[in-house]
């Protein structure tokens, strides 16, 4: 019986802790790359293309023109769809659909001396208390993309540098 209480308590002290952080959060990393902008973007804006070179990216299925869900290998589904692009420098992505987090991928691209950089912003709002601490606590707040950054660099044959 103590046991149930204890169990009980833990999730009680999670949603507690998770309603005092902040709903919203922002991360941003950049990652150098020797390849041409224009060369980055064209694999970044061809959504149907990324299950090929993404790690955890199971299948993607296209729903219009600038809508799709994106199926993971561990089950979990996103439906994301690209509501600004300015190529070669911009695009932006909205996670849309999902009751737990919304928010934006943001990449942008610029120029640099021997290829370009590689700025992926994410912004997301989380409701959920319980989902709030674990993005806080558990999961590493920049992991996903971190990830995504790494699997670019990995695309491409270089060893990633994120900043």
Not at 50 to 71: A, F, G, H, P
Not at 105 to 114: F, N, P, T, V
Not at 121 to 143: C, D, G, H, M, Q
Request: net charge positive; charged share 25%.
């Amino acid at each position: 019986m103590i046991w149930v209480f204890a169990v009980i308590s833990i999730i009680v002290a999670i949603f507690i802790a998770g309603s005092l952080l902040p709903k919203e959060i922002v991360v941003s990393r950049t990652l150098q790359l020797k390849k041409d902008q224009n060369q980055v973007w064209k694999l970044i804006s061809d959504f149907p293309s990324q299950v090929s070179w993404r790690t955890r990216l199971k299948k993607v299925e296209k729903l219009d023109e600038n809508k799709w869900i994106e199926i993971y290998k561990s089950g979990w589904k996103f439906v994301l769809e690209t509501i600004e692009s300015k190529p070669p420098e911009l695009l932006v992505r909205e996670l849309t659909g999902n009751r737990y987090i919304k928010g934006t991928w943001m990449l942008q691209l610029a120029k640099s001396i021997d290829g370009c950089w590689l700025t992926l912003t994410e912004k997301a709002v989380i409701e959920n208390p319980f989902f709030r601490f674990l993005a806080r606590y558990v999961i590493k707040r920049a992991s996903h993309i971190e990830e995504y950054l790494r699997d670019v660099a990995r695309f491409f044959g270089e060893t990633p540098i994120i900043e």
